[in-house]
Structures are given as structure tokens and as C-alpha cells.
T-cell receptor, first 118, second 114 residues
Framework: GAGVSQSPRYKVAKRGQDVALRCDPI?????LFWYQQALGQGPEFLTY????????KSGLPSDRFFAERPEGSVSTLKIQRTQQEDSAVYLC????????????????FGSGTQLSVL | AQSVTQLDSQVPVFEEAPVELRCNYS??????LFWYVQYPNQGLQLLLK??????LVKGINGFEAEFNKSQTSFHLRKPSVHISDTAEYFC????????????FGKGTMLLVSP
């Protein structure tokens, strides 16, 4: 596709439910990032993939969060046993470049998935 | 580790007035600096960036920003705003070398009224 696509656009989950959020990066992009944006906050880094390798998962807030990118293209962020504090917009971004300091100029963001945990 | 401070959560301004959105950063090493804009229900778009060279950088939609190393600031300015500039603006930083992801500020909501 022309841009980064995320689905679903909105997700409502009951507390304790498992959810899966999908990201389709721009075709051929090697780098893929997940960010969490809580209400009134800036995006916060969750995890980074270079192709299928998860090189950094230091931002994942707990072991309930799990991300994968098995074939180096589509990525899924899974949250198990959702809690109310997981309510946020989850942003995916991709880049044709590997991560260096200047990666911010080459990042393309999706519109995000808004997760609401009741 | 780096951090970004955007002191103003909201900036209301009238159409055609000038505006400045403030951004200060903290880092122990040299950094790259960015401004992103987020329109309602859309993803983040890069507005402008400072990587090196001239400290005054120009971006899209008439915005510009000035890098001030001594004050560790990267304020965003526009001489005359339009209604369509109403959006959330995020300042972001990443380290100059090696592995570094983007660190964002909390954002400033620019509200332009007629």
C-alpha cells in the first residue's frame, strides 16, 4: 500500500481480554516501530524490529505485551489480560532505513489503533 | 538518555497571528531534532528537522524552527497561522550516533480561531 496501515482503527476490550493489533508497513521497509500514546501524552517507544528480528523491546511495559514480525513485513502487537491502564492509541511506524540517530526523518507513521479497555 | 519538554499543553491564537511553540531538550550527547504534526484521526507527519548545518530550518506549511545549542531549545514558529494549522505538534529528539529511537515531548495543541 501507499502508507502504513493499522487495524482495527478502534478496539474496545473488556478488562482481562486479550487483544491483537495489526500493522502493515510500507512494502520493503526494514525497520518497524511500535509506540504507545496515552491521552494527553506524546508517543512512547515500545519496541523495534529490523526485518523479523526484534532488536529492542525495552519499552514494553510488562510481560503482558508481546510483539512479533515473523516474515519481516506485517507486525502484530498482542496484549494479554488487558487492564484499564492499557487504554491508549498504539502507533506503528516504518522506515526503509535501519535505526541510526537520523531515523526520525525517515519514519512513516500509521493512523494508530485506539484501544479502550472497560 | 534524552528527554523533551514542551511546556505549553495548549496554545490558542487568532488566525493570521504569529505563533511560537516551545521545545527544550536534554541530552548528554549531540542530537537530531524534529517537529511532527498530528491532525485529528491522522498519523504523525514530519514537519521539519535539524540534523546539522544552519540552525534555522524551514519546514512544510510555512513553519520554521531554530536550534539553539546553548539554550538546548528548538522552538517552532510561524509568522501567520491559518485555521487549518489547528493540530497537535510534537517535538522529538534522537541521539546523533549509534542506536537511538525517537523520544517525543508531550505535545502542544495549537488552536487557531477566526
Amino acid at each position: 500500500g501507499a502508507g502504513v496501515s493499522q487495524s482495527p482503527r478502534y478496539k474496545v476490550a473488556k478488562r482481562g481480554q486479550d487483544v491483537a493489533l495489526r500493522c502493515d508497513p510500507i512494502s520493503g521497509h526494514v525497520s518497524l516501530f511500535w509506540y504507545q500514546q496515552a491521552l494527553g501524552q506524546g508517543p512512547e517507544f515500545l519496541t523495534y524490529f529490523q526485518n523479523e528480528a526484534q532488536l529492542d523491546k525495552s519499552g514494553l511495559p510488562s510481560d503482558r505485551f508481546f510483539a512479533e514480525r515473523p516474515e519481516g513485513s506485517v507486525s502484530t502487537l498482542k496484549i494479554q489480560r488487558t487492564q484499564q491502564e492499557d487504554s491508549a492509541v498504539y502507533l506503528c511506524a516504518s522506515s526503509s532505513h535501519v535505526v541510526t540517530g537520523g531515523v526520525g526523518e525517515k519514519l512513516f507513521f500509521g493512523s494508530g489503533t485506539q484501544l479502550s479497555v472497560l | 538518555a534524552q528527554s523533551v519538554t514542551q511546556l505549553d499543553s495548549q496554545v490558542p491564537v487568532f488566525e493570521e497571528a504569529p505563533v511560537e511553540l516551545r521545545c527544550n531538550y536534554s541530552s548528554s550527547v549531540s542530537v537530531y531534532l524534529f517537529w511532527y504534526v498530528q491532525y485529528p484521526n491522522q498519523g504523525l507527519q514530519l514537519l521539519l528537522k535539524y540534523l546539522s548545518g544552519s540552525t534555522l530550518v524551514k519546514g512544510i506549511n510555512g513553519f520554521e524552527a531554530e536550534f539553539n545549542k546553548s539554550q538546548t531549545s528548538f522552538h517552532l514558529r510561524k509568522p501567520s497561522v491559518h485555521i487549518s494549522d489547528t493540530a497537535e505538534y510534537f517535538c522529538a529528539v534522537s541521539e546523533l550516533s549509534g542506536y537511538s529511537t525517537l523520544t517525543f515531548g508531550k505535545g502542544t495543541m495549537l488552536l487557531v480561531s477566526p
